[in-house]
């Protein structure tokens, strides 16, 4: 089993929609979570990050944390085509040693 | 701009060969943390440096080798070069916040 589940879609959707990115996971050691953004070919790009349970908003993104299911979300409302790329989620424990990424989903916004 | 750099952006090479690939942190931060991306692939954690010293290590080949120096840039070694080697190399640095910011990466060709 992996350390980090990500759904890697395709997923599509219109602009101006609600789009809804998750990622499970397995170990409960986790306290930090990250969510990434990586455009093909770039560097990946720190959007949001999180300690602990509970939500963080940062203008269209909210990230949240659910530590009892081990599961976290990252919400981007009204979805613009600038935001097609692939989202990683990743997380760690207090060592920082290693970052465990999700293997990413990928975004496509139509205009 | 996440402040890491790395060079070269594109490396060819053939099966066999040696290549040495570069990061320098962003100022202030002593993590060094080395990632691989193939194709369609989610980001594989390699090794982490801490301030000169390694710390973590990933599912990193014998083949492959890194260090970090005094002035905290780092340097990852691959030989005897495979096909499979082919990939996106990232470099990330950190403070202690765990915060990870990535460079451009570093895209290997081995033909």
């Known amino acids: 089993q992996k350390e980090v589940e990500q759904d890697p879609g395709p997923l599509s959707v219109p602009e101006g929609a609600i789009v809804s990115l998750n990622c499970t996971y397995s170990n409960s050691a986790f306290q930090y979570f990250m969510w990434y953004r990586q455009y093909s070919r770039k560097g990946p790009e720190l959007l949001m990050y999180t300690y602990s349970s509970g939500n963080k908003e940062d203008g269209r993104f909210t990230a949240q944390v659910d530590k009892s299911s081990k599961y976290i979300s990252l919400f981007i409302r009204d979805s613009q085509p600038s935001d097609s790329a692939t989202y990683l989620c990743?997380?760690?424990?207090?060592?920082?040693?290693?970052?465990?990424f999700g293997s990413g989903t990928k975004l496509n916004v139509k205009p | 701009d996440s402040g890491v750099t790395q060079t070269p952006k594109h490396l060819i090479t053939a099966t066999g060969q040696r290549v040495t690939l570069r990061c320098s942190p962003r100022?202030?931060?002593?993590?060094v943390y080395w990632y691989q991306q193939s194709l369609d692939q989610g980001l594989q954690f390699l090794i982490q440096y801490y301030n000169g010293e390694e710390r973590a290590k990933g599912n990193i080949l014998e083949r492959f080798s890194a260090q970090q120096f005094p002035d905290l840039h780092s340097e990852l070694n691959l030989s005897s070069l495979e096909l499979g080697d082919s990939a996106l190399y990232f470099c990330?640095?950190?403070?202690?916040?765990?915060?990870?910011?990535f460079g451009e990466g570093s895209r290997l060709t081995v033909l």
């Open positions: 990330a640095s950190s403070v202690a916040t765990g915060e990870l910011f």
């Open positions: 100022s202030g931060d002593l993590s």
């Open positions: 990743a997380m760690d424990g207090y060592n920082f040693n290693k970052f465990y």
